[in-house]
């Protein structure tokens, strides 16, 4: 897999792709092909090894396709290649979200959108999604505390500390869980509306025994301190789950 990932960086349009999605993330083909020098069938070809390579994401809304950075993959980069001792020059490698997205009249479409393979089956991912004993391995030592019943609520604690809480609004084991989501005790979201997280869930289609599992982030106002908040620290859950399902151990430095 960082084969793939080098191999996608090493073409400075590729690179200049993700830049524009940096930029602003959501875009349309037609939006993508603007910048570029080249076909619309050459930036289709590029935008496929960038989805190949995990580096890109994308999602349909309505008649659009949409494209969204993916952080994950740069996450296990760093996780691979940096040092702890480098942590505060290297996490801006994983905000590969921005930070700025264009106003539009359609309706609300997803802001922040991760994804990553798991060596798992679905209901593996499923139940350490929802086991406190297992969310407490992956989840910033957190567990996630539910009846697990549609409108009922949630709350993550770490410890005796209430860190979030919401509703369950939507729930299809072992594939989608839809929740509401507010902080309770982290400081600066003391304001913040709350938004919404969906975990979908789905046997990759080419791999056998390998599970595609993808975090949306949305319903959000990109300026308050929730936004940034999950926009880092979701990949480094998604990370955090393979390590745990494909190895039984923590991320480094959990």
């Not at 369950?168 to 005790?185: A, G, N, Q, V």
């Not at 289609?205 to 999950?230: P, Q, R, W, Y």
């Amino acid at each position: 897999m960082e084969n793939d990932i080098f191999k996608a960086l090493s073409d400075p349009s590729r690179r200049r792709l993700l830049d524009f999605l940096h930029a602003s993330d959501g875009r349309t083909l037609n939006d993508l092909c603007e910048p570029l020098d080249m076909s619309r069938f050459g930036v289709m070809k590029h935008l496929n090894i960038l989805e190949e390579a995990g580096l890109i994401t994308t999602r349909k809304v309505g008649r659009e396709k949409l494209h969204y950075l993916n952080a994950v993959p740069i996450r296990h980069i760093y996780e691979r290649w940096v040092s702890k001792y480098a942590e505060p020059w290297a996490f801006g490698l994983t905000n590969l979200q921005n930070e700025l997205e264009r106003e539009t009249n359609m309706a609300i479409k997803p802001r922040h959108v991760n994804r990553i393979a798991i060596k798992a089956n679905p209901e593996q991912v499923w139940q350490a999604l929802t086991d406190p004993a297992k969310t407490s391995k992956f989840w910033f030592n957190c567990a996630i505390r539910s009846t697990w019943e549609t409108d009922s609520a949630f709350e993550l604690w770490n410890g005796e500390e209430k860190k979030a809480e919401g509703i369950i609004l939507e729930m299809d084991p072992p594939h989608k869980l839809m929740m509401s989501w507010r902080f309770i005790s982290v400081p600066g979201t003391e304001s913040d509306t709350p938004s919404r997280i969906t975990w979908e869930i789905c046997p990759h289609a080419e791999l056998v025994g390998v599970t595609l599992v993808t975090v949306v982030h949305d319903e959000f106002d990109m300026a308050v301190s929730t936004s940034k908040i999950l926009e880092n620290g979701l990949p480094i859950v998604l990370s955090g789950m393979k390590t745990f399902l494909e190895t039984g151990e923590r991320l480094a430095g959990e």
